[in-house]
């Protein structure tokens, strides 16, 4: 090996052993000082010298090496205008549309159904209302309805209504379009509890919740021609 390749070569190494030092103690401290912070899954740099990115779960903290401070909030890269945290947070939440546990969804199929999208709602939510109302001009796609009780209790008796329905499609539609609640009814609503849990790991808050077969992700109601525009997208679109 050449003199100055090897010279290289030791660098690479000693600052890697240098950051698995840094690490290593940023875990230890926190762990110690902050026994009440759960098990840490990441530790890594940031484009900021000096502050570390410490991840639990899809929790986002920032550190120095030592772990003496600890800084909860977004980091913003002011050159860029871009907000580091939001960026860092949507791709620890990206959802792979292929691996959506529909089995848990309500499929509402409107013409040859070609175009996929899955929609997280509530059937209390008014956004998620306006949104019913403007996808019934939408027409050859596949709607993926996962019922997600969030907003009140009400909100799961009528998902739970919904969900036990012999027609669970008309009963979702007669409630969002028509005001027409499912009569009262009772089965096994694992789903929904599915539902909930898969939305608190990927960080969905708000109803109602748009994932597109490409990836992307938008949090909202957004109008017809929004939605015509983001089911055209190619499935190889970056997912944001």
């Known amino acids: 090996m050449h003199p100055f390749s090897a010279l290289l070569a030791g660098a690479a190494l000693a600052l890697s052993f240098a950051a698995q030092a840094q690490e290593a103690t940023i875990r230890k401290n926190l762990a110690e000082r902050i026994p009440q912070l759960e098990k840490i899954d990441e530790v890594r740099t940031t484009p900021m010298p000096g502050l570390y990115e410490v991840?639990?779960?899809?929790?986002?903290?920032?550190?120095?090496?030592?772990?003496?401070?600890?800084?909860?909030?977004?980091?913003?890269?002011?050159?860029?205008?871009?907000?580091?945290?939001?960026?860092?947070?949507?791709?620890?939440?990206?959802?792979?549309?292929?691996?959506?546990?529909?089995?848990?969804?309500?499929?509402?199929?409107?013409?040859?159904?070609?175009?996929?999208?899955?929609?997280?709602?509530?059937?209390?939510?008014?956004?998620?209302?306006?949104?019913e109302r403007d996808l019934q001009g939408v027409d050859n796609v596949t709607v993926y309805l996962f019922l997600y009780p969030i907003l009140s209790p009400d909100s799961a008796e009528k998902s739970r209504n919904i969900w036990c329905a012999k027609d669970r499609a008309a009963a979702w539609q007669d409630q969002m379009l028509r005001d027409k609640p499912a009569p009262a009814a009772s089965c096994d609503t694992s789903a929904l509890q599915r539902n909930l849990a898969f939305g608190r790991k990927y960080k969905i808050t708000g109803t109602p919740t748009l994932i597109f077969a490409n990836g992307a992700r938008v949090p909202g109601a957004i109008g017809m021609a929004e939605l015509e525009k983001r089911l055209a997208e190619p499935l190889a679109a970056t997912p944001r």
């Not at 639990?56 to 800084?71: M, P, Q, W």
């Not at 907000?83 to 949507?90: A, C, G, P, S």
């Not at 990206?94 to 546990?101: E, I, Q, S």
């Open 55 to 131: 991840r639990v779960g899809t929790d986002l903290f920032y550190s120095d090496a030592k772990g003496n401070y600890l800084i909860q909030g977004e980091l913003i890269d002011t050159q860029a205008r871009r907000n580091l945290t939001e960026d860092r947070i949507h791709q620890l939440t990206a959802v792979d549309f292929g691996a959506l546990p529909i089995k848990d969804a309500i499929p509402i199929v409107r013409g040859n159904g070609k175009r996929k999208l899955a929609a997280f709602e509530d059937p209390n939510c008014g956004y998620c209302k306006r949104f």
